[in-house]
C-alpha cells in the first residue's frame, strides 16, 4: 500500500468518524479533508477544487432557486393540498404516496432534479398533517433513487452498463428492461421505510406551522371575518372616477374602506391577475373594483344600496381560477396586518381615531382596537384611543416595518419583514407552474445540456417574479449541502487516482469467485454498495463494470445479472449524507444528523441488497 493511498484510506476514515458524531458541521468536515488531501500532494488544487465546477453542483444551486420559486408562489402548497385528497393526513399513506410519486418522477427526472422539485411540496405536505419534516424527507430522497431504476435514463449507472455490453458485443438493453428491478426497488423501499420511520426525527408536536399560522390567529383573535364585507362597483356607479377623501365614506356611512383589488391583463386568461391596493384618501374608485369595507352589516348594505354597489358572497371570487380570498384575505406577499400596543408617552393617547391622522402619518388602516379582551369593530372613526389599548392596523409590509421603527408612540409586535417572506405569492403560481414544466420537458428531452435547463429555470423564476430578486435567490440556497458535495466529489478522483478502489474491489471480488456465480454476484453487488459510500455512483459503476463482466465471463455465465448488480447497488446507497446529492439535499430540511441514515438508511441497503441478489438471477438467468 503506497502513501498516496494511505493517507486517502485515512481521511475517509476520519471524516466518516466525524461524521457520525455530529459535533462538527459536515461541510467544515468535507473541507478539512479535501484540504488535507490537497497538502499531502494526493489532489492537485485543480483536482480539489473540480468538485466546485462539477455540474451536480452548480444544479445543485439552481434547483434549490427553482424550489423555492415552488413554494414562494404557493404552487407547492396547491399540489400538496392536491396529493393530500388522495393520501389523507395520516403518515402511513403520506409515506407511500410520496415514495410512488417520487419513484414515478425519479424514471425519467434526474434523482437530483425530482428531490429538489419534491422537497417544498413535501414539506408543506408534512405541515398540513403535523408532522415533522423528517419524517417524509429521508423517504422522499431514498425514492428518487428508485424510482431511478425504473427506467434506462432514470440514472448515469444505467447507461454505463448498458455500454459495458455493448462493447462487449452483447445486446443493447431496452428503455423498459428495468423496469422490473425498480419496481422490485420500489416495494421493498416503501415496505422498509414503514418498518424504519420510527428511528427518523421528530414529532407532530413538535412541528412549527409557520407565521402564516399566527397571522392567522391573530385575525381570528380581533374577529376580523365578522366584520369584513366586499362589495363590487359595476359601470355607471357614481363613486367611479373619485377620490375616496372626496366620497368621505367613513363620515356618511360609518364603515371604512380597507383595500381596493382590480383586474389587470383582461386580454389573457392564462396572465389574469389581481392588483391590491391599500386604500388611501387619493385612491381613484374603478368600475370593476373590488371594495374591502370593515363594517356593520346593516351599513355596509346601505352604502352598497346608496351607491348602486353589489354586495359579494363570500363564496364569490373575484377572478376566474382565484380563491376567494384565500385563507386571509388581509394577509398578501405585499399587504399584511399587525398588532402595536400604544407607549405610555404616546401622543395618540386620548385622541379620537378619526384626529389621530394614522392613516396619513404611517399609510396604515386601523382594522380593530382591543380593550380589556374586548374587540371594538364599529364605527371605529369614534373610538377614543387609551393606553393599554392594542390596535390591529393593515397595510403594505414595508410601511408595517417603517412603523416598528418608530418607537415613541406605538410598538409593533412580531416580526414584519420576517412574516412578509413567509407569504406565498398565490398569483404568481401557474408562472411558476410553467417553468417548472419547462425544466422537466428539457430534463427529459435533453435538448439542452441538464444543468442548462437548471439554471434557465432559476433565472426565470427570478425574472419573472416567482423569487423577490437575486438577494432571495442566494438566501434560498442550502449553501452546507453545496459545499459539502463540492468538497466530498473529489474524492472519488483520489480514490481512484491512488488505486485505493481497485485494490478494495478486486479483493472482494476474488473472495467469492470460487463460492459459485450467486455467491459472485452477492460479492459485486455488496462491493459496489460499499464503495459507493465513499465515492459517486457514476464513478463506482465505471469502475466495477468491467470487473463485473471480466468475473462473469471468466465463470462462462450471462453477464447481465452481474452489471445489474452493479448499477443497482450504485444507486441504492442510503447510509450515507454526502453518498447521493439527494441525501444531501434533505438533511438541512429534515433536520437529520448522520446517524439517521446510519440507523435508517444501513438497514434498508442491507436489506435492499440482500432481496436483489435473490431476485436478479430470477429476473436475468446466469
Not at 390596535?391 to 418608530?406: F, P
Request: charged share 15%; proline share 5%; glycine share 10%.
Amino acid at each position: 500500500m503506497n502513501a498516496p493511498m494511505l493517507i486517502t484510506l485515512i481521511a475517509l476514515a476520519a471524516s466518516a468518524i466525524l461524521f457520525v458524531s455530529g459535533k462538527v458541521r459536515s461541510d467544515l468536515v468535507a473541507v478539512c479533508a479535501l484540504l488535507a488531501l490537497m497538502l499531502t500532494g494526493v489532489l492537485t488544487p485543480q483536482e480539489a477544487l473540480a468538485g466546485f465546477s462539477n455540474s451536480v453542483v452548480i444544479m445543485m444551486i439552481g434547483l434549490f432557486v427553482v424550489g423555492h420559486g415552488v413554494f414562494r408562489t404557493g404552487l407547492a402548497r396547491m399540489a400538496g393540498s392536491k396529493i393530500l385528497q388522495y393520501a389523507g393526513k395520516g403518515e402511513t399513506g403520506l409515506v407511500v404516496t410520496v415514495m410512488l410519486v417520487t419513484g414515478a418522477m425519479g424514471a425519467f427526472v434526474s434523482n437530483t432534479g425530482t428531490v429538489a422539485l419534491l422537497m417544498p411540496i413535501v414539506v408543506s405536505l408534512a405541515a398540513s398533517a403535523g408532522l415533522h419534516p423528517g419524517k417524509l424527507l429521508m423517504p422522499l430522497a431514498f425514492a428518487s433513487g428508485m424510482g431511478g431504476m425504473l427506467t434506462l435514463i432514470g440514472t448515469p449507472p444505467n447507461l454505463i452498463i448498458q455500454e459495458t455490453l455493448v462493447a462487449a458485443g452483447y445486446e443493447r438493453l431496452s428503455f423498459f428492461d428495468f423496469t422490473p428491478v425498480g419496481l422490485i426497488c420500489l416495494a421493498v423501499g416503501i415496505i422498509a421505510m414503514l418498518a424504519l420511520r420510527r428511528l427518523l426525527p421528530g414529532q407532530a408536536k413538535h412541528v412549527s406551522r409557520g407565521e402564516a399560522g399566527s397571522l392567522q390567529k391573530l385575525a381570528e383573535k380581533y374577529e376580523l371575518t365578522q366584520n369584513l364585507f366586499r362589495v363590487q362597483v359595476p359601470d355607471g356607479s357614481p363613486l367611479c372616477g373619485k377620490t375616496l377623501s372626496g366620497l368621505d365614506i367613513p363620515s356618511r356611512f360609518g364603515i371604512s374602506v380597507l383595500e381596493i383589488r382590480r383586474k389587470l391583463s383582461m386580454k389573457n386568461q392564462f396572465l389574469k391577475t389581481l392588483d391590491q391596493e391599500i386604500a388611501g384618501p387619493e385612491t381613484v374608485v374603478q368600475a370593476g373594483d373590488v371594495m374591502y369595507v370593515s363594517g356593520g352589516y346593516d351599513e355596509v348594505r346601505s352604502f352598497a344600496e346608496a351607491c348602486g354597489l353589489k354586495l359579494m358572497e363570500a363564496h364569490a371570487v373575484e377572478i376566474a381560477g382565484a380563491d376567494a380570498g384565500g385563507t386571509e384575505p388581509f394577509v398578501t406577499p405585499d399587504i399584511g396586518i399587525a398588532e402595536i400596543m400604544l407607549t405610555p408617552h404616546s401622543e395618540l393617547i386620548g385622541k379620537l381615531v378619526k384626529q389621530s391622522g394614522f392613516r396619513e402619518k404611517y399609510r396604515l388602516n386601523i382594522l380593530a382596537v382591543r380593550r380589556k379582551n374586548r374587540n371594538l369593530l364599529h364605527h371605529l372613526k369614534d373610538v377614543r384611543l387609551r393606553f393599554g389599548d392594542t390596535l390591529l392596523v393593515q397595510g403594505a409590509w414595508k410601511d408595517i416595518a417603517l412603523l416598528a421603527d418608530d418607537q415613541d408612540d406605538v410598538v409593533v409586535t412580531g416580526q414584519p419583514l420576517k412574516e412578509a417572506g413567509r407569504m406565498t405569492m398565490d398569483r404568481k403560481a401557474p408562472v411558476a407552474a410553467g417553468v417548472l414544466l419547462l425544466m422537466v420537458v428539457l430534463l427529459v428531452t435533453e435538448w439542452v445540456p441538464a444543468v442548462a435547463a437548471v439554471m434557465a429555470a432559476a433565472l426565470l423564476m427570478v425574472a419573472l417574479g416567482c423569487v423577490r430578486g437575486m438577494e432571495e435567490a442566494y438566501k434560498s440556497v442550502k449553501w452546507e449541502s453545496v459545499v459539502l458535495i463540492g468538497a466530498m466529489l473529489p474524492f472519488s478522483s483520489a480514490v481512484e487516482k491512488t488505486g485505493a478502489a481497485e485494490l478494495i474491489s478486486r479483493a472482494l471480488v476474488e473472495s467469492f469467485g470460487n463460492l459459485g456465480p450467486m455467491a459472485l454476484m452477492a460479492g459485486v453487488y455488496f462491493a459496489t454498495s460499499i464503495l459507493t459510500l465513499f465515492i459517486s455512483n457514476t464513478a463506482c459503476a465505471v469502475l466495477l463494470a468491467p470487473i463485473a463482466l471480466g468475473a462473469a465471463l471468466q465463470m462462462e455465465v450471462s453477464p447481465v445479472p452481474f452489471l445489474f448488480a452493479v448499477t443497482v447497488g450504485a444507486s441504492m446507497c442510503f447510509a450515507s449524507p454526502f453518498s447521493t446529492p439527494p441525501n444531501a439535499l434533505v438533511m438541512s430540511a429534515g433536520r437529520y444528523r448522520f446517524l439517521h441514515y446510519v440507523k435508517v438508511g444501513g438497514p434498508l441497503q442491507i436489506v435492499m441488497g440482500a432481496v436483489m441478489v435473490v431476485a436478479l438471477p430470477l429476473l436475468f438467468p446466469f
